[in-house]
């Protein structure tokens, strides 16, 4: 292990013990059972670069559900797959709104603001479901590639979960069935959706399989193409706009960076050039993301001075 | 004049002949008289490195109306004369709406969603009012010293047609102070509000005097620190995620830079650690951008390879 | 045929006379196929009062879709199973917004604004399907038994199309079931709503089976009591306040009578004391309101002096 | 004096004692200091009939101030000085927000619901101010010769307290002039309402100088016209829909009589055919209605079987 990493880790253990307390200000994900009853003073970070540094700590291997986050994946995965003709059906502008806002969709004529609010995530998991004979393993295989780890798998505890409180879900999905904008059924859509929610990964993991959105698109560990240059900074701008619900604004205000959180308690960030930074701890704020998670990438961002807007 | 220089010189002026005739796709803001006489088919372009280079094409010595622009000056100044605790009367949120509703500002009880949004730069416009003896000299001044020039001052047509015509401001203004967000009386916040709106400036001007946001405060002519850095990342955070209005996540998507656009038709669109590029061109879409505007920077951004998302 | 009678039959053939080209104002309802075929010149009316008479004009015995007019017998029904209670699980304002409306069903925690629209009428097809072993059956039992007429029956063409294409109602129901407001599947309470939609009644039989409402909740025939004088009184009160969508207001301004209509083209207005009266004819306006029917109602209570507000 | 009254009389100072306890239940207005001083402890109410009875009980003859009451003189004025034209520029529909909203206003282009929300009585006020040389002499005037009593007067201290606290209606008038509905200068207009909503009466006043609108327009004690037959049926209808701000359906539910309430604590209620009640009591329940108020007119409807939907 060379200095550079040495020195990584060593910041990364310092924040974590400066973060030890903080898990208190949250409060668990608890709208389905699976999630509410994680540990809620389990920590990690890691921090995978495009150069090949791979550092960790604390509960960094431990498996979480990526939930949201796997919001990325899915529109990384529609875009390569249906092109820009994607952009007729969802928009790439910050909503304003909670996440969950049905209210926007209506007005709006089921036509959501953009792919990472949950009507957007909904309308990718319909292009994906329509668009592959088993949207749901091609998901996985997608995952798992990325990561290098054959392992990832679906929580089923946490799917089961989601299926029986996903009213909402049902509802948004409906409402842009009822404009026209789900191909597929209802029912077949939001069965991948809530598959891809319920995906266990670990920090590493999530830091490692983003790595291509730091560097225009290319996988550097195996230097292939995951998706184009372009899209990778159209996706890095989704993320800085709106990845972070309705604290967005304020995320860019105060760390800088393209960034996706989970109610899991998972918060990935981009830094273009650089790397990928995975945060995991379960308390959420009131936006429903990780309080925890917002410090440790908000504390070693400033360190390391990796703000996008200096 | 350098190679770089008569490089950069040759792109602006290929540039502002590829869009030569797209003046015809936007549409000159007429809501008052003394905008709507403007000339459709002017255009230019101007850009300002932090290392000393200044670079201008077609119309860029042309005086226009910078309106919204002047938002972005007006915050600098309120957060330099009352620090942090002008977050707590507006947020730093994109607003998801257009940039004049009334709506949020009601249910959010008058506390605007960012200082970029019309209700946002009253509010601003407040905290100079009632800070500063005679705001609108010190507004003034804080310009001319900026752009290095003493001519720089209100156009007093438009500013009377702004009174004239400013009664969904009026309407923004009382709602505030309906909440008891607007310390000063609404005329007078109107008054500066609509004056600093009014003022005069080229893209030139304008691209030189915000250099300092692209050099962490710094204006690298004079080494004053005209800002903290802190505050330089967290205005280019907010003219990224709200700075265009209801295109803002659109302008992230497609060119990656923070910008402010003002219904004069000028776009002035910062790039950390590089410099500052102003075009204008006075035909607007139906967002209030310029179209040429944003064409003009788009088109340098891609082929400098300026995004700060990569 | 007493000279009343006579008197009266010739006022409805007058007004149906006067009206016979004002079809061409409005248009048949085609959001499903099976409504869109009806033919649009179809037009009748028919008055039944409390003392006994019934008379009617035109097409007044042709079946039509009753469709919303079905809410007044649920709403009915449903009071009288669970009494008093069901006011905490839906309120008796009007909506101000169109009656397909989910916005405010999200912002007001899922408690529909009034039971005669969309949402209200789905809680309340919530509340029969939860306390009836057999919902529909119950439904069609009652309905005959205040027409008099057991051959009443449902389209089922008309319910197959309402099926398909019910995404909208689907996502107010699963909104309404995400905030705890639904007891039962979504699937069987969508199946109860969409089954009483597509009854098929004519004028005659509407007319009839309503009287109990002009008559302080006794059936004036049979001396039966359908639901005590209070209920008879609030459910005239909805009506007048929101039977029309989002033209009640105009309504009670220019008729003054509470009143329901149906997208199939049907319309019923209560006169407390007097009687019935029950218009038809397919086009509808851009409010989902009868033109015709609509018209109809308007001349008879004006002829015969039965506005509430004199 | 005969029995009818002496009965009447007994049932009213009856209805006054059972409500003795229960103004604790409200919160007087305190939104200008000017109202806020009012004993929470006084009560009144009176019964004027249209064919000469008049009877009251309690602090009937204590002056208050009318506030919203007087939208239902004003918009009697308005439409006999512009006819018809006046709903070109306002609505009749309940706006199921709000009486002071001013979202759905920007969402409807600056045409308000209806004539007795804030909006629409602003707008009713710019008609007034735009008609007549002195408006608000001829509004006192106006409801002076209504009262028979030439001693009726303005508040100057409540219209200074409106003047200094105005903000939102200010917002609401400089709104609807930005669309374009406001004819005379915001200040004048804001001048005229605040004006009339600083008249003071008392219910034996207020009732009187109302029962031409339960008696087809003409003032039974004068046989003069004050409106059409149509006009005072258009006016009852508006008041039944939407006369209690956002708690008008369930009055109409609970009570049903047409009604018009104001913060200063005063109710009225047409009774078509009948007479006028009017109640006060000062504390408000959340809605911006007289708790007690309320009461005294729902008892007082429900003794006597005053309810138009029976």
Known sequence: MNKNIIDLQGKLEALLLAQRDNFHQGKVADYIP??????????????????????GAGDYQHAFSIQSISKVFGLVMAINRIGDSI??????????????????????????????INAGAILVSDILTSHFSSSKLAFLTFIRKLAGNENISIDNQVYLSEVKHGHLN??????????????????????????????????EQLAQSLLFLANKGIDP???KVIC???DAHRVNAILSTSGMYDQSGEFAFSVGLPAKSGVGGGLISIVPGYGVICAWSPPLNHYGNSVVGMNLVASIAEELGLSIYH
């Not at 003073?41 to 995978?48: C, R």
């Not at 909503?95 to 953009?114: D, T």
């Not at 842009?176 to 920090?203: A, E, P, R, W």
């Open 87 to 116: 952009w007729q059906r969802v928009r790439m502008e910050p909503s304003g709104q909670p996440f969950n806002s049905i209210i926007q969709l209506q007005s709006e004529k089921g036509i959501p603001r953009n792919p990472v």
């Open 221 to 223: 560990r195996t230097e």
């Open 34 to 55: 699976a999630l509410a009853v994680v540990k809620p003073d389990l920590m990690g970070i890691s921090v995978a670069t495009i150069d090949g540094k791979v550092v």
């Open 170 to 203: 049902a509802a948004l999905a409906h409402l842009m069935k009822s404009f026209g904008n789900i191909d597929s059924k209802v029912q077949d859509v939001l069965s991948h959706y809530f598959t891809q929610c319920s995906i266990s990964m670990n920090c």
């Open 228 to 230: 184009s240059a372009r």
